[in-house]
């Protein structure tokens, strides 16, 4: 079993900067691969960002490409993601999630943090 906790999350400006941290511990060979899920009130929970576990491969949904950056540190067994120019539809509950394939499968598969609410103010 992996656990994941995320941390980082907050109020931040439009336009301003913010990165969200994900440790996690136990099981952590079984991990292949980890990322960012969100979810937004009254809507379903979406893929935001994913990497492998070497970070060799990384991708992002279409609506953050060239905004957020997804890293790992595996000395740490730490996942990060920088958030530059966030809008005010990047506020959501970030979720961690750390899977034993890559590319992630989705919200029905591997492990899951609590959250972290980002919120983005104009």
């Known amino acids: 079993q992996v656990q994941l906790v995320e941390s980082g999350g907050g109020l931040v400006q439009a336009g301003g900067s913010l990165r969200l941290s994900c440790a996690a511990s136990g099981r952590t060979f079984r991990i292949a691969a980890m990322g960012w899920f969100r979810q937004a009130p009254g809507k379903e929970r979406e893929f935001v960002a994913g990497?492998?576990?070497?970070?060799?491969?990384?991708y992002f949904a279409d609506s953050v490409k060239g905004r957020f950056t997804i890293s790992i540190d595996n000395a740490k067994n730490t996942l990060y993601l920088q958030m530059n120019s966030p809008k005010p539809e990047d506020t959501a509950v970030y979720y961690c999630?750390?899977?034993?394939?890559?590319?992630?499968?989705?919200?029905?598969?591997?492990?899951w943090g609590q959250g972290t609410q980002v919120t983005v103010s104009s």
């Open positions: 999630n750390a899977d034993s394939t890559y590319p992630l499968r989705g919200p029905d598969f591997g492990s």
């Open positions: 990497i492998s576990w070497s970070g060799a491969g990384a």
